[in-house]
Structure formats: C-alpha cells, structure tokens
C-alpha cells in the first residue's frame, strides 16, 4: 500500500505524525521532493490565480505525487487542532479544491481533523481509515499514540534552534550540521510551511544565518510561555498558527537578546494581514521587518532587503554600546 | 454619547430606526465614495481585505461629524472579519480618536442576547422600547428590500433606467425618514406603483446570479454598481444575499424568518462538503442552486484575498461543468476600474446571449 504526502502546508507541522501513523499500519509513505521552481509553476498552472503561494505549492507537490502510482493520497481537511481555534478557511476546503482541479487525482484519503469541539469525529475517521488498511481498532489506536509521541519527539529536536524542516529531517534519522553562532540574533516568524519551506522562502533562513544571525523560530520558546503572552491580548486570536505568533512577537520584543524581528508574510494571505500588522504594534522596542513574498518574488530583493535590516541593526547596536542614546 | 456604524448597502435605514427607538444620538456615515475608499487604503493594512479599508473610512469620516462611539459586528473565525474590530480599533487610537467601540460579539447569539446588547447602547431605554425598536428597524428593513427587489426585476425592462433609479432612491430615503409603520408602509406601496408605471420593452432578458462574499454584494459601492450595470445591459439580476438573511443567518441564528440556509448546504455537496468561512460554502450552494432554477450564467464577486471566496471559486469550475452554467469571477479592490468592470460584464453577458439564441436555434 503506498500512500503519498505532499511536501506543503501541514506537512512541516505534523508529518512525523502521519508517517508513523501511516507505517506502523503496514503502509509505505511517499513524500515529493522538496520545493523547487517546477513545483510553483506546475501548482500556479492548477490552482485558481487568487491563491497564496503556499496553496500553490502544495497544488505542486499534489501534482508530482499523482505520477507516483500511489494506492492513496493523504490530503486532510484540516479544520481545527484544539478548541475554539482555526487554521484558515484554505485548509478547510484543500480535498475539495484538489478534486475540483486535479486532474488524474489519486484515491484521497481526507480526514476531517476538527478538535474545535470535540476529537470523537477525527477518532472516528482515523478508526475508518485504519480499518481501510486492514487492521483492528486496537492497533489503530495504538498507531495513533505512538504517532502522537513521535510529533512530539520532532518538536523536542526542533527546541533545540532547528526549523521544523531540519527537525524533521534529523527525526528521519539524518545528521545536520548545527548553525554557526552569529553576531546578531533575529526572531523569524511566520506560517511553518512558508517559513521552513526553504524552496518557497527562497532560503529565508539560510540567508539570514549567513549574514551572521542566529535564528529564534517559535518552536524554541517555551510553548506554555507564548500562551500566556498571547493571553494577554484584548482578544482571543482564533488562529492557531496566529495566536503562537503573536505569544512569540511578545515574547522576543520583550527580551534583550533578540536585536530585531522578521515576519515571513505571503501575499494576499488573509490572516498574515491582520497578524502582520498587530505583529508591528507590538513590536515596540526593537526594529520589525515585513518581508511579504509570492511567486513572482526575486531572491536578489530580498537579500539586499535582509542585508539592509541586519546593517541596520548592527549600527544599532554599535550605538547603543558606546552609550549614545538610539534615538538621537 | 453620538453613535455611529459601518455602511452596508441599506442596512443603515434599520440601523438608524433602531438606535433612535431607543433614544441614542446617531451619526449615519456619509455614502461611501472616493474619499471614503482613500482614507480607509491609506491607514489599514495594505493585504487587508476591501471591507475593513471601507469599515476604516467609515468611523473616520463619522468622527469627523461628531461621533464619539462605533458600534460594529464581531465573530470568532475562522475568517479575518472576526478581528476586524480589534484591528481597527488599534489603527484609529493610533490615529489619536478617543472613542468608545461596543462589538456585538454573536457567537451562539439568541433574540434577548441582541436585545441586552441593544439595550445596552442606549442606557435610558426601557427593555420594551428596545423590542419595539428591533420590530421597528426589521419592518423597515423587509420594506427597503421589496424596493430593492423590485429594482433588480424592473431595471432591465424598463426603457427609462435613469427615471426608475431615481425613483427607488427617492424612496429609500422615504423610507428612512417615515416615522411609524403606516408611513413606511405608504411609501413603499407608491414607490413601486411609480415604478411598476414606467413603459417597459420587449426584449427578451437573461437571468444571472449573483454569487459570492456578502459584504461586496449588500455594499453596492464596493462592486462597481455590478447589480445595477447587470440591469442596464439588460440582465435580471438575483443576488444569492439580502441584509435580512445576513441578520436572520448571522446576528440571531436563524430565529426571525424561516431560511433556506439548510437547503443550500446541502446543494453544496457534492463540490464543497464542509464549511470554509465567510460565505464560501453559500457561494457553491447558490451557484448549484440557482444553475437549477434555470438561469443563464452565474457571477461571483469579492474582496480580492478573500478567502473563503477563494475556495469557492476553486470548486466553481467544476460546478459550472456539471451543472452546466458558465461563471465568472470578478475581484475587487481599491483599484477596481468600473470601466474595465463594465467591459467584462458586457463580454459576459453577450456570450450568454449567444449561447441562449443558438439554444433557441436549434430547438425551435
Ligand atoms: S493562512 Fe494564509 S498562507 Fe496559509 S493557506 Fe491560508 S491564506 Fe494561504
Ligand atoms: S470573508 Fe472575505 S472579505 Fe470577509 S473577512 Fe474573510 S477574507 Fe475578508
């Protein structure tokens, strides 16, 4: 039984989960390669010209596993993963929108994952989908803590200052290399699956890390902490990705090390556009960059625009130590 | 205390009726224009979508008349509208407004959850006054949209366009200014007798639906006057959303009038089988809807960004294969062209006229 998962979207947040899941229940999982240039232009060919870069690329990745000769293809309604909370109208209408526009779609496997009330319905579907594979509900239900357990393992690893990528790539049993400790410390943050998508980033991270900046992702703050910073907004962000964002905007505006804070956005990305811009007002005492990217963005500007942030920051810094106030 | 509120097509007749009935000092915003658009693109976010930009130039022009509260709707998700207050909010204290913003936060809302936050706005009304002021406004509001109704069906018949629009504006703004129901009443009953006396053509008329995000569809200014330019090259228009199915689905749950919100989930399915947000599921229920009902061609319109729209319009395609009735997608923002806008609309419609003579053709 082969079973494909594209290399998009969710992917950067729970893939250990699935393919543990997926494996333990006798399956081989497939991923496509990571994302290059053919995957924009064959998921920009597919998808409505409206949609954000990460849809698109996922339409990509869809494409290239339909010419895998899969059994099946993993492509969830992500909903909601925890009460009251949502990820983006997107998510919920992806196996939709695939059936709508994919041609020579495999089989999908397209569980509802909607905890905002409740988990019996995804208990429910995963109990379906297992049985689908041939096995006792028992087994299933043990597939499923273990495959929890494994996502947590890959997020204990990217604590540790990797990005969710790298996280995954060291679960998956490989050896990178760790990052050169820089001069300069810059809080990143943005949706996981722009962000660590190096393909889709153009190498956001790597650029930065190059420059001389080590990088504070979210995934290494103490995740209790950022709820609570969270919490203290007016309202409730009912965002899931969102709501950690702004916990993390909070967070590193307030702690003296991290010299300066990037937002990865997409453009037209409904809630980058209203996180983008509470991200800014709250970030009071340090410099905020807005880095919006879609398809048509060239590496050489954003370079030169990260370049300008870090010297930026550099003089800041320079002049803040030799006691001259910032602000003249 | 001077109260104010975001436009939305006609909304602001019951709204108006409504504050006033419990004696708070209201502030209309002046019609959304030009300048509207211009203040609310230059202080939001830039990737904001149409309605908050708009909703922006709205409580500024109003503070600029005195008003010193804002009353708008809230939500919880899954789309941005949930966070507009908050976000507007934040942009306006910083542009150094003091105001007070009171959201009608409806999550489960009930009809007595409306009618403590109503009473809530205006302290020195009785809860009765409060009820009648909600019958009041809503009367008003089922008059105001016979009008609209009427419009839509006899704009493109008439031969004196411009005399019928200025005659259903005229009664409009009766409408908003009548004092009790017999009044209200009185003026819609003349209005569309003056209307319905127009001389009328022959030609034969298409049937469109008008499909998509709500707030571009109820607010006329935001859609390039789609609607009326619809009836001008001669299509009958139906739009898939009146205010008071807005305020029945949205603001009480369904507790004012029966709906048929049920019924258009369920023709949905099979293209879009969960909820998305904003209206997108409603988009897809509608087009399949009214793709059964008979008519020629199908236009969805929204925010540019909008995303439940976006969804939708990814499953249209195969909608309009199945069911077989061409649609098109029109996006807006603040540099939407009415020009350019009329353009497609009249290729649109000319295509449908086309094809429903070749129909004609072959089976006559
Ligand atoms: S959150 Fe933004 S980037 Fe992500 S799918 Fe939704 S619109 Fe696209
Ligand atoms: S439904 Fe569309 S217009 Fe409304 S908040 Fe969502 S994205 Fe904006």
Same mark, same amino acid.
């Given at each position: 039984m082969r079973?494909?998962?594209?290399?998009?979207?969710?992917?950067?947040?729970?893939?250990?989960?699935?393919?543990?899941?997926?494996?333990?229940?006798?399956?081989?999982?497939?991923?496509?390669?990571?994302?290059?240039?053919?995957?924009?232009?064959?998921?920009?060919?597919?998808?409505?010209?409206?949609?954000?870069?990460?849809?698109?690329?996922?339409?990509?990745?869809?494409?290239?596993?339909c010419s895998q000769d899969l059994d099946y293809l993993f492509a969830p309604r992500?909903?909601?993963?925890?009460?009251?909370?949502?990820?983006?109208?997107?998510?919920?209408?992806?196996?939709?929108?695939?059936?709508?526009?994919?041609?020579?779609?495999?089989?999908?496997?397209?569980?509802?994952?909607?905890?905002?009330?409740?988990?019996?319905?995804?208990?429910?579907?995963?109990?379906?989908?297992?049985?689908?594979?041939?096995?006792?509900?028992?087994?299933?239900?043990?597939?499923?803590?273990h495959a929890l357990e494994e996502n947590r393992r890959c997020i204990q690893i990217a604590s540790q200052g990797w990005s969710m990528a790298e996280a995954i790539k060291i679960w998956d049993g490989n050896l990178l290399e760790p990052p050169e400790a820089g001069d300069l410390s810059i809080g990143l943050l943005g949706h996981g699956y722009s962000l660590y998508d190096e393909g889709l980033s153009m190498g956001l991270i790597s650029k930065i890390r190059q420059l001389g900046c080590k990088v504070h992702l979210l995934e290494s703050l103490d995740a209790e902490r950022i709820e609570m910073e969270a919490a203290t907004m007016p309202k409730r962000v009912f965002w899931t990705l969102g709501r950690k964002i702004m916990g993390g905007v909070i967070n590193m505006n307030k702690r003296e090390e991290i010299d300066g804070i990037i937002y990865l956005a997409c453009f037209g990305c409904g809630p980058d556009s209203m996180i983008g811009e509470m991200a800014e007002r709250y970030t009071t005492g340090k410099p905020f960059m807005l880095l919006t990217i879609d398809e048509h963005s060239g590496e050489a500007g954003m370079m030169t625009r990260l370049e300008a942030f870090c010297d930026m920051l550099r003089r800041r810094r320079r002049v803040d130590e030799s006691q001259f106030p910032a602000y003249g | 205390m001077k109260v104010s509120f975001p436009h939305m097509g006609n909304m =602001? /007749?019951?709204?108006?009726?409504?504050?006033?009935?419990?004696? *708070?000092?209201?502030?209309?915003?002046? $019609?959304?224009?030009?300048?509207?658009?211009?203040?609310?693109?230059?202080?939001?976010?830039?990737?904001?979508?149409?309605?908050?930009?708009?909703?922006?130039?709205? =409580? /500024?022009?109003?503070?600029?008349?005195?008003?010193?509260?804002? *009353?708008?709707?809230?939500?919880?998700? $899954?789309?941005?509208?949930?966070?507009?207050a908050q976000v507007e909010r934040e942009i306006l204290r910083d542009l150094g407004y003091c105001f007070d913003m009171v959201?009608?936060?409806?999550?489960?809302?009930?009809?007595s959850e409306l009618l403590k936050q109503v009473k809530g706005i205006g302290e020195n009304a009785t809860l009765k006054e409060a009820y009648q002021a909600i019958k009041f406004a809503w009367f008003k509001l089922g008059e105001v949209e016979m009008l609209e109704k009427r419009l839509e069906y006899l704009l493109p018949r008439v031969i004196d366009q411009n005399q019928i629009e200025q005659i259903y504006e005229a009664g409009v703004r009766g409408i908003d200014k009548a004092e009790d129901r017999s009044s209200v009443r009185m003026v819609r009953l003349d209005t569309i007798k003056h209307m319905d006396s127009l001389a009328r053509h022959?030609?034969?008329?298409?049937?469109?639906?008008?499909?998509?995000?709500i707030y571009t569809i109820l607010e006329p200014s935001t859609n390039c006057h789609v609607a009326r330019c619809l009836g001008r090259i001669g299509a009958e228009v139906s739009r898939?959303?009146?205010?008071?199915?807005?305020?029945?689905?949205?603001?009480?749950?369904?507790?004012?009038?029966?709906?048929?919100?049920?019924?258009?989930?369920?023709?949905?399915?099979?293209?879009?089988?969960?909820?998305?947000?904003?209206?997108?599921?409603?988009?897809?229920?509608?087009?399949?809807?009214?793709?059964?009902?008979?008519?020629?061609?199908?236009?969805?319109i929204g925010p540019l960004t909008c995303m439940p729209e976006i969804v939708a319009q990814s499953v249209l395609g195969r909608v309009s294969e199945t069911e077989a009735?061409?649609?098109?997608?029109?996006?807006?923002?603040?540099?939407?062209?009415?020009?350019?806008?009329?353009?497609?609309?009249?290729?649109?419609?000319?295509?449908?006229?086309?094809?429903?003579?070749?129909a004609n053709m072959a089976s006559g």
């Open positions: 079973i494909g998962i594209p290399y998009g979207l969710f992917y950067f947040y729970y893939y250990p989960l699935w393919k543990t899941f997926f494996s333990d229940l006798g399956a081989e999982v497939i991923t496509s390669s990571p994302t290059c240039r053919l995957t924009v232009d064959a998921g920009s060919a597919l998808a409505v010209d409206e949609a954000c870069l990460p849809v698109k690329v996922y339409y990509g990745h869809v494409r290239e596993l992500l909903v909601s993963v925890e009460p009251r909370s949502y990820i983006c109208p997107k998510f919920m209408g992806i196996p939709d929108m695939l059936r709508a526009q994919v041609p020579g779609l495999p089989q999908l496997i397209d569980i509802t994952v909607d905890l905002s009330r409740s988990d019996r319905y995804l208990q429910q579907d995963l109990i379906k989908v297992g049985r689908m594979l041939g096995y006792k509900k028992s087994a299933i239900q043990e597939a499923f803590q | =602001f /007749i019951p709204i108006n009726a409504l504050l006033k009935g419990i004696h *708070v000092d209201v502030v209309v915003p002046p $019609p959304v224009t030009a300048r509207t658009l211009e203040l609310g693109v230059k202080y939001s976010p830039e990737c904001a979508c149409l309605p908050l930009k708009i909703n922006v130039g709205n =409580f /500024i022009e109003a503070m600029e008349m005195g008003a010193d509260t804002i *009353v708008m709707a809230g939500g919880w998700g $899954p789309c941005r509208f949930g966070y507009y959201v009608l936060e409806a999550p489960d809302s009930k009809l022959q030609r034969s008329i298409l049937k469109i639906g008008l499909i998509g995000e898939s959303i009146y205010i008071s199915d807005w305020v029945n689905d949205h603001l009480v749950g369904g507790l004012i009038k029966p709906s048929n919100h049920r019924q258009i989930l369920r023709s949905s399915r099979p293209y879009l089988n969960y909820h998305v947000g904003g209206h997108g599921r409603e988009t897809v229920g509608n087009a399949v809807e009214f793709a059964r009902s008979g008519y020629d061609g199908i236009i969805q009735i061409p649609c098109m997608t029109i996006y807006f923002d603040e540099h939407s062209a009415p020009a350019g806008v009329y353009t497609r609309l009249e290729a649109f419609i000319d295509m449908l006229q086309r094809k429903k003579s070749l």
